[in-house]
C-alpha cells in the first residue's frame, strides 16, 4: 500500500467494501463546496457531483457525500467533465449538526474521523460544562476524544485545571499545548499516524487553526480555485481533508464548533454519575428530591458537584432523553436506529429472513 492510500486511509475494510461495485473507483471526499465535492483518489484529485440516482435515493440530508466519505466514482481522471458520485461506503464514525431551516434534518459535517481533539484554552474560554457537551458529541460519533489544552502562557495553575478536567472527563488522555513555543504542537504528534483522521472541534480563538497550521507546516489558505477552467469563479472551502506531511490526514471544518446534542453519549460522558445511579434506592430515582438518592449523597459528600448533574441533566432534555437512565436511553437510540423497521425485533425478523432467502 503505497503512502498516498494510506494516508487518505483506504484501510482493508475500506477497499473490500469498494470491491463490490465493479466499474467504479475508490476516492475520499477531501472538500465540500455548495453542491460539489472535491474527491482525492490514488492517483489523482478530482470535481465531483453526485448522481441523479444518488440524489433521488438520498431521503434525508445524511444521506448525501460529506468531507471525509470514501466513495465509489465513475473516473479517474478530468479529460471530460466532473466526475461522478455513485455510491457513499459505510462511515465508522460520523459528526452530525441541526440542517439550517428545518425541524428534524441533521447534516454531517464530518466522516470516518478516528480522533477529535477537543481543543480548549487555559484562558476564560475554559469551561467545564462546554466540554461535556462535546466530549457527549464525541463518544457518540464513534471517535476516540482527546482533549487538547491550548495556550499554556495564560495559566498559572495548570495543575488544578487537570485535575477539574480529569474527574469529569474519566478514561479521557489530556494533552497540553503552546503556541508560544516552535514546538509546542508536539505534545498532539502521537496520536497521528499513517491512515488515522483527525478532527478538531472547540470554540473560536482557542487556537484550532494555529495546531493545523503546524501540523501541516504552512498555512491554511481558505479560498481556493473550484477548478482552472471555471472563469475564475472561487469558492470558500466551508470543510476541508488535509494529507498531513508525517502521515495521517486532519479534517479542519468550522462547523464542528456548530454541532448541537442531535445524537449524545450521556452513558460515556456522564460514567460516575450512572454507576452512583446504580446504588439508588429507586430504578427510576431522578436525582432531585428521593429518598436513598446515591448521587445527591454523592454531592453531598463532595465526590461530584452540584453543576455536573445540572449539566447531566440538561443534555439529556436537550436530547430528549429527559427521565430516562443510561439504559432506557440505549434502549430508546436502538429503537429510533431501526425505527423504519417497526423496531429492533421486526429489524431481526427481517435480516433473518433475508439470509434465509440467500
Known amino acids: ?28 471526499v477531501i472538500a465540500q463546496y455548495k453542491d460539489l465535492y472535491k474527491v482525492a483518489t490514488e492517483n489523482i484529485e478530482l470535481i465531483a457531483e453526485i448522481s441523479g440516482k444518488l440524489r433521488y435515493s438520498s431521503y434525508e ?3 448525501y457525500p460529506a468531507v471525509g466519505d470514501f466513495v465509489m466514482i465513475d473516473r479517474e481522471n478530468d479529460l471530460h467533465g466532473n466526475a461522478i458520485i455513485h455510491h457513499v ?6 459528526f452530525v449538526r441541526r440542517a439550517a431551516g428545518t425541524s428534524h434534518d441533521v447534516q454531517v459535517v464530518a466522516a ?11 484562558n476564560n474560554d475554559f469551561n467545564l460544562r462546554r466540554l461535556e457537551r462535546y ?31 480529569e474527574n469529569i472527563a474519566i478514561g479521557v488522555d489530556v494533552v497540553v499545548t503552546s503556541s508560544m513555543t516552535e514546538d509546542g504542537y508536539k505534545a498532539v504528534v502521537k496520536y497521528i499516524s499513517p491512515g488515522r483522521t483527525i478532527a478538531f472541534m472547540g470554540s473560536s480563538g482557542v487556537g484550532k487553526s494555529t495546531l493545523i497550521n503546524r501540523l501541516l507546516g504552512e498555512d491554511m489558505i481558505e479560498t481556493r480555485d473550484i477548478r482552472k477552467d471555471d472563469k475564475g469563479r472561487h469558492a470558500t472551502t466551508r470543510r476541508e481533508l488535509f494529507i498531513i506531511p508525517t502521515g495521517g490526514a486532519v479534517i479542519d471544518t468550522p462547523g464542528m464548533r456548530e454541532l448541537g446534542v442531535e445524537s449524545v453519549n450521556i452513558a460515556k460522558t456522564f460514567i460516575d454519575i450512572d454507576e452512583l445511579a446504580e446504588s439508588c434506592r429507586f430504578t427510576d430515582c431522578q436525582h432531585e428530591n428521593e429518598p436513598g438518592c446515591a448521587v445527591k449523597r454523592a454531592i453531598e459528600n463532595g465526590v461530584i458537584t452540584e453543576e ?24 430508546e437510540k436502538i429503537n429510533e436506529m431501526f425505527s423504519e423497521f417497526g423496531g429492533i425485533k421486526n429489524a431481526r425478523d427481517y435480516i433473518k429472513s433475508k439470509n434465509k432467502n440467500r
Open 1 to 28: 500500500m503505497n503512502t498516498r492510500i494510506k494516508n487518505l486511509g483506504f484501510s482493508g475494510r475500506v477497499i473490500q467494501e469498494a470491491a463490490y461495485y465493479e466499474g467504479l473507483f475508490l476516492g475520499r
Open 61 to 63: 440530508l445524511s444521506d
Open 89 to 94: 461506503l459505510t462511515r465508522k464514525s460520523v
Open 112 to 122: 470516518n474521523i478516528d480522533t477529535v481533539f477537543i481543543c480548549m484554552s487555559l
Open 135 to 165: 466530549l457527549s458529541i464525541a463518544w457518540d460519533s464513534g471517535a476516540i476524544p482527546v482533549i487538547v489544552l491550548t495556550k499554556l502562557d495564560l495559566c498559572s495553575n495548570l495543575p488544578a485545571r487537570i485535575l477539574e478536567i
Open 308 to 331: 455536573r448533574l445540572t449539566s447531566y441533566r440538561k443534555l439529556k432534555k436537550e436530547a430528549k432523553y429527559e427521565g430516562l437512565n443510561s439504559k432506557q436511553i440505549e434502549k
